[in-house]
């Protein structure tokens, strides 16, 4: 079909959308749908649509109204719902992070997850303008899904991208930028920060999804894409999307940023950009049209987890304190950096420590009772300062290449070399980062494990060699 049969079919059906005179009535709608990409699969008997939901009322229910800063307890109520929301103007606000591009890859349920996040992250964060920007790279690639037609993992399911969030979480985009081609992920530099959720929702009835809109944020769906579609998004999204009887192309996700009951529509952040889109990479669509409000999912409970965090300081500072019964304290006289038992362990540290410029840390941020045996200390930078030879130190030589990460449940993970264990980590996320710190690295050194205090770790030092 021609753009030209579509007009005349959409005058038959009286349809609420038009296509845009500029747009040619000779260009085929096949060739307009080689331009997107979709992506995302129907889900399969059996998986799962919610992960460790919090307790929710019916949609009977009344509304409590989204507030800032404000505990949903605590929230104002509306007795009845809202006629029209739209998370691009809440409270004079733009809670909707920028339009993005999956480009020729089926990747559209990771940018529909994470478009969905940046808004949850941003209401948390009480910050419409906070630069919010995540890696839908890392999110879609580390689950080896690609990008390539024909093969059995192109695309993906909207419930498996949650999955991920709430398991593993993902890094932003400064960390492993975006490219639409087949690749597999490697973060060379590990991932100082991870964002994660702590579970999600998922319902079939529309004044849930409506209540959910209003109280929480944006929500994540599936729709079925047919070739007027792209006709629709390729003439600027003008007026509402209705199905006209043309062939279908695809599964695509989308994020669920509002709806109008006054034009008895949904309204949705896209990820094929913003190319004469009047809506800035958004659109509409009429409720039950094409599956779109079939299912849709809420995240819920977004959260960052500081997975490494390092602090600078200048090595030519660095001095010793004698703190009497407390040990030897090792500081830039600007921060408390390291207690020691003795004066010795204190100078030896204290060389170490002049060789870098980075004091660094990683599960700083676990709650676990035991917290400092889940906490891993490192120094990195180098200061280019001579090497002071040390005293007396541990070390233990490992070969890097057989060094794994082991999950032993809810003990955290133990990084290991064959029956030696090193180092215990909190959760995924530390267990990674530790590794790719020990692999880079053949032993790993103590200075102070002689010390007999009861809170026998915080006098010992660990550095990686």
């Not at 993906?156 to 985009?173: A, P, Q, R, T, Y």
């Not at 409506?210 to 894409?225: A, H, N, Q, S």
């Not at 529509?265 to 190319?275: L, P, T």
């Not at 980590?425 to 267990?431: I, T």
Request: aromatic residues 10%; positive net charge; hydrophobic residues 35%.
């Amino acid at each position: 079909m021609k753009i030209k049969e579509l007009r005349r079919q959409l005058k038959i059906k009286n349809a609420k959308w038009t296509i845009p005179d500029e747009v040619l009535d000779d260009i085929s709608l096949k060739e307009l749908s080689q331009k997107y990409s979709l992506g995302a699969k129907t889900e399969i008997p059996g998986m799962l649509k919610t992960r460790l939901p919090r307790f929710r009322g019916g949609s009977t229910q009344k509304f409590l109204k989204w507030q800032p800063n404000t505990l949903r307890q605590l929230r104002s109520t509306l007795s009845r719902q809202p006629s029209a929301w739209d998370w691009r103007d809440v409270n004079n606000q733009n809670w909707v992070s920028p339009v993005k591009n999956q480009g020729g890859c089926g990747s559209c349920v990771a940018f529909a997850v994470l478009a969905a996040f940046e808004s949850h992250y941003r209401l948390l964060k009480n910050n419409p303008n906070l630069n919010m920007d995540l890696s839908e790279g890392a999110l879609f690639f580390s689950n080896e899904r690609q990008c390539n037609s024909g093969d059995p993992r192109v695309g993906w399911w909207v419930n498996k991208g949650l999955d991920s969030i709430v398991e593993e979480g993902v890094c932003s985009e400064l960390v492993y930028p975006y490219r639409a081609t087949n690749q597999n992920v490697e973060l060379s530099q590990g991932t100082y920060e991870t964002f994660k959720a702590a579970g999600y929702d998922s319902t079939t009835n529309t004044s849930l999804m409506k209540k959910w809109l209003v109280e929480e944020g944006p929500l994540v769906t599936r729709f079925d894409v047919y070739d007027d579609f792209f006709a629709f998004w390729r003439g600027g999204a003008n007026g509402v999307y209705t199905y006209t009887g043309t062939p279908y192309a695809g599964g695509h996700a989308v994020a669920v940023v509002g709806y109008d009951d006054n034009d008895n529509c949904w309204i949705c952040k896209n990820s094929w950009g913003s190319v004469n889109n009047q809506e800035n990479g958004c659109f509409r669509i009429g409720y039950g049209e094409v599956g779109i409000d079939e299912r849709m999912y809420l995240i819920q409970d977004v959260h960052n987890v500081i997975t490494r965090d390092e602090i600078n300081y200048n090595p030519r500072n660095l001095r010793i304190r004698n703190e009497g019964a407390k040990g030897w304290l090792l500081t830039d006289g600007v921060s408390r950096m390291k207690m020691l038992d003795t004066k010795e362990d204190a100078r030896n540290a204290l060389r170490v420590a002049r060789r870098h410029t980075r004091h660094g840390f990683i599960g700083r941020d676990n709650n676990r009772s035991n917290r400092s045996d889940y906490i891993i200390e490192y120094w990195a930078g180098n200061s280019g300062l001579p090497h002071e030879p040390l005293t007396r130190v541990d070390a233990i030589s490992y070969d890097p290449r057989k060094i794994v990460a082991e999950d032993i449940d809810n003990k955290g993970w133990r990084l290991k070399e064959g029956n030696h264990w090193m180092e215990m980590a909190d959760d995924f996320n530390d267990a990674l980062t530790l590794l790719q710190i020990a692999e880079r690295h053949n032993k790993m050194c103590f200075i102070g494990r002689g010390n007999n205090r009861p809170n026998r770790k915080s006098y010992i030092m660990t550095y990686w060699e």
